[in-house]
């Protein structure tokens, strides 16, 4: 027999807090498969792109959980706008709530996004984006668009390299899921920044780099994976490194901004040339990208 459970959104929850990630997985222990699942956003008086991927991470994990589409309720009409206009009820996990639906409030234009959320399940997909990324950039009055672009383009080409999904534990497995993706992007700007979030559900940091013979007994927890993917630039593609997150650290570095990286049970931070270390939390599936630069 199903059970109707309600989840409270809380005010606090963004991504840069680990005790976000715990709380959220907390909030899942007492959700069965059979659960039908409401996240009520009665806290909230306000949203914005910093709460985002902390909402992306739960829904995805519900959805994981029970296979059911999850309603969003309770919600504001200004913060209801804003995902609106954000693409989040295009997802196939999500419905509105009806009454919200009868209500049809008036969309705020001015609050359009640069790029709306997301799904991309195919290489070719990766390349689609590229050209509508390249277009929104243009639109948009952004400095350094070239190396924006390209930054983004390395982020999504890593979030391919980590979201293929299980590990394969052969060849013959490893070659039918070749090509096939589980990323989600989402882009925005927010209090004079350019937030970017990328998120896939796969194998994550570490078993992604240990697919590379070269670091297959080399590398141990996922907190030193991804140390090594920022401080010693190593690549699950090359066994002697790579210039991607070289050139994402350049531009954060440039624009005085900031990177998340969240896989497994570990958190690290980049910012100012420094990697940060959070305390190892509850493990989450997959990998959590997100970045915030200033705009100027």
Not at 13 to 20: A, G, L, Q
Not at 88 to 96: G, S
Not at 269 to 294: A, F, K, M, P, Q
Request: proline share 1%; glycine share 6%.
């Amino acid at each position: 027999m199903s059970n109707i459970k309600e989840l409270i959104f809380k005010k606090n929850w963004e991504i840069w807090d680990k005790k976000v990630l715990e709380e959220v997985e907390f909030s899942l222990d007492s959700i069965q498969s059979e659960d039908i699942i409401s996240i009520s956003f009665g806290e909230l008086q306000d949203f914005n792109s910093r709460n985002m991927p902390a909402l992306l991470v739960l829904i995805f994990r519900i959805y994981e959980i029970t296979g059911k589409q999850i309603s969003l309720i309770n919600i504001a009409d200004k913060i209801y706008n804003y995902l609106l206009v954000r693409g989040i009820f295009k997802l196939t996990q999500l419905r509105a709530d009806r009454n919200r639906i009868k209500k049809k409030v008036e969309v705020i234009q001015e609050s359009e996004s640069l790029i709306p959320i997301m799904y991309i399940r195919t290489q070719e997909g990766i390349f689609d984006y590229h050209v509508k990324l390249q277009q929104v950039l243009n639109r948009s009055g952004i400095n350094d668009q070239f190396a924006l672009l390209n930054m983004i383009m390395e982020l999504l080409q890593n979030g391919e390299e980590h979201g293929r999904g299980e590990l394969a534990k052969s060849d013959a497995e490893k070659k039918a899921r070749y090509g096939k993706i589980d990323l989600y992007t989402f882009c925005d700007e927010w209090n004079g920044k350019l937030c970017l979030v990328v998120m896939d559900f796969g194998i994550g940091f570490l078993e992604s780099l240990r697919q590379n013979k070269g670091y297959d007994n080399q590398i141990l927890t996922n907190k030193e994976a991804i140390t090594k993917v920022l401080e010693h630039h190593i690549s699950c593609r090359n066994v002697n490194g790579g210039m991607g997150y070289i050139c994402i650290e350049n531009i954060i570095d440039k624009h005085n901004g900031k990177l998340l990286i969240s896989s497994g049970d570990a958190t690290v931070i980049y910012r100012n040339g420094t990697v940060y270390y959070l305390d190892d939390h509850r493990r989450i599936r997959g990998s959590v990208v997100y970045i915030e630069i200033c705009k100027c």
